[in-house]
């Protein structure tokens, strides 16, 4: 049997490996090469009893890793999330690096990088803007999907049934008064967001705060990470935005066309 540290390396002081998880991960795997697919073949070619596949099965139905489709299962939006972001995390902030100084160049705004994890959108790479005054404190890394530009954005890929889905459980969390926290509206948004291929935000995330995002994608559309330009409302106004929609959509292009290349050269995701 193989063993590993708690911390995934090879180690003179051995774990067992959890074989419940290692079943799991293995329906995983199967699933992905076969889906959809119906469990009478996974209990055959995985050499699981009827009740231990079926109890699986469940778990990773209830925490979201796979669906059911068409009397069998496949993969969910989750899986697919968490398997696009991680791998091309560093390459992502590798390639948009330049592209966020050319695009700061021009707003002379701060620039960002964010994904999704679960119900918050995360910025992982940030050009700040030569400003004295940018409203933007460092501490905030972190924002809740219904605040701003980049969460419509990184949902807007989703089907009509399964943002419905993830927008029903929700928590709508009000930033400020104008904080969306309407379902219906925050939904119509995203949906307009997907057409215009572009989000803005209008003081939802901070008293005085604008911003605007463009989508990156992968090579099949969908959307993985956002660029957004975020500044004073002062400054940043709603004419301003509209002035920087080509600027900005150009460099997510840009940033897009790099992550595809790289991708033919080496698969990442």
Known sequence: MIHYTNNGSNSDTPYPLATTVVKALGILEYIALHQPI???AMTKDLGLTRANLHRLLSTLVRTGYIEKAGGGYQLSLKLYRLGSTVPIKEQLRDLARI?????????RENIYITVLYNDEVVAIEEVKSAH???LNPDVIYTYPVNTCASGK???SHMSHENLD????TLEMIRRTPYTI????????QVREAKVKGYAVEYLEFGNHLHSIAAPITNRDG???ATIG???PSMRLTKDRMMDLIEPLKNSAALITEKLIQNHNKAPLW
């Open 99 to 107: 592209h966020m100084h050319e695009l700061e160049r021009i707003a």
């Open 229 to 231: 330009i975020s500044g």
């Open 132 to 134: 004295t005054v940018i």
């Open 153 to 155: 954005l990184l949902l």
């Open 222 to 224: 969908e959307v993985i």
């Open 181 to 188: 926290v309407d379902k219906e509206e925050f939904k119509r």
């Open 165 to 168: 889905t993830y927008v029903e």
């Open 38 to 40: 119906q469990p009478v």
